[in-house]
Each structure stands twice: as structure tokens, then as C-alpha cells.
């Protein structure tokens, strides 16, 4: 029997036996049953996965009727790091009327809370016009990122310090300090540029920094939510699993650190989280059939799990996708493809 | 045998719990009744502070925990050491210098291997956060470096990693340390690229791959 051509999570070539895909396939989905103790995929969805990867197509698309929606984190960012020279009206409007997106998000170039809130007074009339040539909802965007509010970058002693130095209660008041200042930037950021004309804002990259950030971006769209009912919140998160860098922080009385996708969008949904963001990471040593098959049972626990709608990160290392600054389309469609016919996805 | 094997148990639970005066305790009474210090460790703590490290990578057991897990067996290294002639196993596994390259400030990983690294019997001196690379080769040269372990969060601030290759080859330092790199962006196949000796996915795999390297 002939080899399948397929790739490691780094993005480099192998070839492998059907027999050696499926076992791969087997023991990705086991890898994240055991560790997120869901179950794992049936048969029939691996043959499924296994039929995707013995496809000699280059590009595959989803089947009639499991069309979904498009949306793009950091969007205006995108095309200035392609080096093509067009204002941020002009790349949403690429994304609109060439690129096939269903949401918009308009984003400064140092995407985070903290940086942000200096420029919202620029960014402010930029909404404003922005909503005025694009008719799909448009966000705005930027990462919680609470490693800005400590040493180097801001004005709080940095855990990572502390903690080796075994001084547990000084890192804790830390993140507590921490998170303050991050839940007053997110607030902040997201009120100004919804009353300018934001649909909505999106968390991205939330939990980048462990528990305490998750905490900060979930406290964050509670009381946004409470403050603009009508608000979009689309929160994309960081790794699969909550880092305890913390350890010991609850919401709503659960303990964030150590969650797993299908747990996180219930806390999410408690907050007023309307699109919620799974991310599940590459392995860059494992192929990848044994990465789609992991990011897929993660996800289909975390789409059965969710009463609000899912837009899955497949992109550079998450989803099942390698870790490629231009990720290859045999993988991502691959990738896509299975993650919106399985698990049910509302978009990507 | 029985004793010597709950021992074993025992001390492997006394790390994964990171009860330190327990793990304290089963060292000096394993020691007392005649049980060898490398077996102690082999077949006791060794064991523990592994299932630590998977319990920290599958988000069962979290920073602090493991912290406190690699600070007591840390504790039962000092106290096996102190029972062998000539230092044997333990903390001499080899010293390794860990920064984060120049331009970038992301330790979080980094804080997680020099606890993992610890935690295992190498010798870590951590020097931080967006350390020159010139700054890398004095302290690894002042401290006696064995390896060199970089990391670098970003496609930005991963080049710097291929310039300490280079630094080192014009230094003429190439063959006396070893390079580990890692990275949220960081793979096998740049580590291949620019010529560092291993690459390690996460703290336990560079643990394996520090083993590895050590014994080329």
C-alpha cells in the first residue's frame, strides 16, 4: 500500500501508512479524552478524518449545508504585516468584499487593552467611519495580555519573579493588583468604542497569561454586558486549558485553572459572552492527523457543551494547523473542514 | 521488600503532594535503613516530581504547586547529597543558563522549565528576561555553563536565538556549551536551522532533551 503525503505539526512533510494515519488519528482523540475526560471520537469519525487525509485533493471545502461563518481576530493587522500599503478602511473593506468575512474587527497595531486605551481617541472616529462603508457587524479588538501590568512593562510586581522566590502571597496580591487594572483598561476600551459604533468587542487571546487573566477578560464582559445588554462579546482564548499561574481564583465558584474548553464556554456564557473562541494547540512533534483529531474531540466536547455560538482559531499552531506563519491551505482546509462538519461549528 | 517498595511509594507521594518535611523524612529514614540514595531517588522522587510535570502539562496541578513540588526535591537532593561520597547523582547533572532572548519580556515558560529543570538535579541559574546575547555568553562562561537554554515567544524575537548560534561560532565557543531552544513559535525544524544542539516542545521534553544532549 502506498504512502499519504501529510505533515508534522511544524509544517514539515512526512509520509505515513493509512494504517500508521489511523493509528495516529486514535491516539490524538485518546490524548484529549484522557486529558479533558470527554469522550473521544467514534469510529466513524475517524474514518471520516482518515478519508480527509488518503484525499489527494490539495484544498477541500465543507459539504453543502455545513456553511459557516468567517471571522478574523486582529483583522487590521493583517494585511499591513503582508507589507501591502492600505489604510485600515481599505483592508476591512478587503475582508468584507474580497475575503469572504462575515464579522469585521478593527484593531490598533499593538493589540492589547493597555496600549490601546492611549489611542481610543484616534480609533474612536476611525469606528465611526468604519461602520459607515461595511455592512457585517464590526468588533473591536485587542488581547487582555496581563503580562503588561507587571515588571518590566507596568507597575506591578511580576509573579514570575515571586513565585520562584517562594513568595506565594506577595504574587497573589500581585495578580490581584494585575487584574484591576486590566478589568478597568477592558472596560474602558470596550465602552468607548461601542458608543462610537462598535457592534461589539472581542477578548482575544484571553488566558495568555494564565487564571488570573481569564478572570480579569470574564469580569470585564460581565459588566460590559450589564452596562450594553445588547453588546457583541467574542472572547478567543489562548491554549487549551486555563495556566493555574494563580491557582486559586474562582468564578461563579468554579476554579479556573485547569479548564478545559467545554468548561471554559460555560463560564463565558455566564459572563454575556455571545461567540465564544476554543483554541486547541499543535503539537509540533506529533503529526497531523494526530493534531486534528485532538483539536476536534476538544472542540465537539466544547460545541455540546456551549448554548452560544463557537468560532473555533484554526490558524499558526492551533486547530490542528501547523505552526507556520502562513499556514499551508492543505492543512487549514483540511483542518476546517473537519472542525465545522464535526463538531458543529457555527464559524472559524 | 515490601517496606522498601512503600518507601518508594511514599516518597513519590510526598513530592506530587509537596509535603517537604514528609519527603524530608522518608530521605534520611530510606538512608538510615540502608537504602541507597540514587535508588531513593530513582525508584522514589524521581518518579513524583515526573508525575508533577504531567500533572502540570495536562492543567491538573498549577504554578504554585509546582513550585513548591520542585522546592522539595530540592530538600531531598540537599539530603541525599549529604550522604554520598563524592557527590554521585543528584544536583550534577549539569548547569544550565536559561534566558529569554533580547527583546522579549514572555517568562512564563520560562519561570515553568526552571522549575521542571530543578526539579530534575541540573543546576539552573535563570537570568532573566530580554537578556543580549553578548550578556548570555559572559554569564554562561562566569557560571560554568554546561548548556545554554533560550526562549522566545515571538516570530519576532525568535532570530535572536540564531544569533547566539552565530555569536557563538565567531566566538569560537561553539563546541564548549550545549543550546536548548524553546518557544511559543519555536520548532524542531528552526532549532535544525539554526543549529542548536536540541529543542524542547515544553518543560518535560526539555528535561528528556537536556538528558539526551548531556550524554552526546
Keep these: ?348 | 521488600m515490601v517496606e522498601k517498595q512503600q518507601l518508594f511509594v511514599e516518597a513519590k507521594n510526598s513530592i506530587v503532594n509537596q509535603n517537604k518535611d514528609k519527603a524530608v523524612d522518608l530521605a534520611k529514614q530510606g538512608l538510615d535503613s540502608g537504602v541507597s540514595g540514587i535508588e531513593l531517588l530513582e525508584k522514589g522522587f524521581l518518579p513524583g516530581i515526573s508525575e508533577v510535570g504531567e500533572l502540570f502539562g495536562s492543567g491538573r496541578l498549577f504554578l504554585p504547586e509546582l513550585i513548591v513540588a520542585g522546592q522539595t526535591m530540592e530538600k531531598v537532593v540537599e539530603v541525599i547529597n549529604e550522604s554520598l561520597v563524592g557527590g554521585e547523582a543528584k544536583g550534577d547533572k549539569g548547569k544550565v543558563l536559561i534566558a529569554t532572548v533580547e527583546g522579549d519580556v514572555h517568562d512564563i515558560g520560562k519561570t515553568i522549565v526552571v522549575s521542571i529543570f530543578k526539579a530534575n538535579g541540573f543546576d539552573v541559574k535563570d537570568i532573566g528576561r530580554d537578556v543580549p546575547n553578548q550578556k548570555i555568553l559572559d554569564e554562561a562562561e562566569k557560571f560554568g555553563a554546561d548548556v545554554i537554554g533560550t526562549s522566545a515567544l515571538l516570530t519576532t524575537t525568535m532570530v535572536q536565538q540564531k544569533n547566539l548560534e552565530e555569536l557563538l561560532r565567531k566566538e569560537g565557543l561553539r563546541e564548549k556549551y550545549k543550546t536548548i531552544v524553546g518557544g511559543a513559535p519555536v520548532t524542531q525544524r528552526w532549532a535544525k536551522r539554526i543549529g542548536a544542539d536540541a529543542y524542547a516542545q515544553d518543560a518535560g521534553d526539555g528535561v528528556k532533551k537536556l538528558a539526551e544532549i548531556r550524554k552526546d
Design chain 1, 1 to 348: 500500500m502506498g504512502k499519504i503525503r501529510t505533515r508534522l505539526g511544524d509544517g514539515s512533510f512526512i509520509e505515513l501508512l493509512e494504517e500508521e494515519i489511523y493509528e495516529d488519528l486514535v491516539d490524538g482523540t485518546q490524548d484529549a479524552a484522557q486529558k479533558g475526560r470527554i469522550p473521544p471520537l467514534s469510529e466513524d469519525e475517524l474514518r471520516y478524518l482518515l478519508d480527509l487525509y488518503k484525499s489527494k485533493a490539495r484544498v477541500v471545502g465543507v459539504d453543502e449545508g455545513h456553511e459557516c461563518c468567517l471571522s478574523y481576530d486582529n483583522m487590521t493587522s493583517k494585511i499591513e504585516r503582508a507589507h501591502i500599503s492600505v489604510s485600515k478602511f481599505q483592508q476591512l473593506q478587503l475582508f468584507e468584499r474580497a475575503l469572504g468575512a462575515d464579522t469585521l474587527e478593527l484593531a490598533h497595531i499593538d493589540y492589547s487593552y493597555k496600549q490601546v486605551k492611549h489611542v481610543v481617541i484616534y480609533d474612536k472616529p476611525n469606528m465611526e467611519q468604519a461602520v459607515l462603508l461595511t455592512i457585517p457587524p464590526m468588533l473591536y479588538g485587542a488581547m487582555p495580555n496581563l503580562g503588561l501590568y507587571t515588571y518590566p512593562d507596568g507597575p506591578c510586581p511580576n509573579p514570575g519573579d515571586l513565585l520562584p522566590q517562594g513568595k506565594f502571597d506577595e504574587a497573589k496580591e500581585a495578580y490581584a493588583q494585575a487584574i484591576e487594572l486590566a478589568i478597568k483598561d477592558m472596560i474602558f476600551v470596550g465602552s468607548e468604542l461601542y458608543e462610537a459604533g462598535a457592534d461589539g468587542i472581542n477578548f482575544d487571546t484571553t488566558g495568555a497569561a494564565g487564571d488570573a487573566e481569564f478572570y480579569a477578560a470574564l469580569k470585564a464582559a460581565e459588566t460590559l454586558k450589564a452596562k450594553y445588554p445588547k453588546m457583541g462579546i467574542e472572547m478567543g482564548m489562548a491554549g487549551e486549558f486555563i495556566l493555574g499561574m494563580h491557582g486559586e481564583i474562582e468564578y461563579e465558584g468554579v476554579r479556573l485553572a485547569g479548564l478545559y474548553p467545554h468548561d471554559q464556554v460555560k463560564l463565558a456564557q455566564k459572563a454575556g459572552v455571545t461567540i465564544f473562541g476554543p483554541v486547541v494547540n499543535t503539537g509540533t512533534n506529533e503529526s497531523l492527523p494526530w493534531n486534528l483529531a485532538r483539536s476536534v474531540t476538544f472542540t465537539k466536547a466544547c460545541s455540546e457543551a456551549s448554548e452560544i455560538p463557537l468560532h473555533a482559531n484554526l490558524g499558526m499552531g492551533v486547530g490542528g494547523v501547523p505552526l507556520n506563519i502562513m499556514p499551508p491551505l492543505d492543512a487549514l482546509s483540511r483542518a476546517s473542514k473537519a472542525h465545522v462538519e464535526l463538531c458543529r461549528l457555527d464559524g472559524l
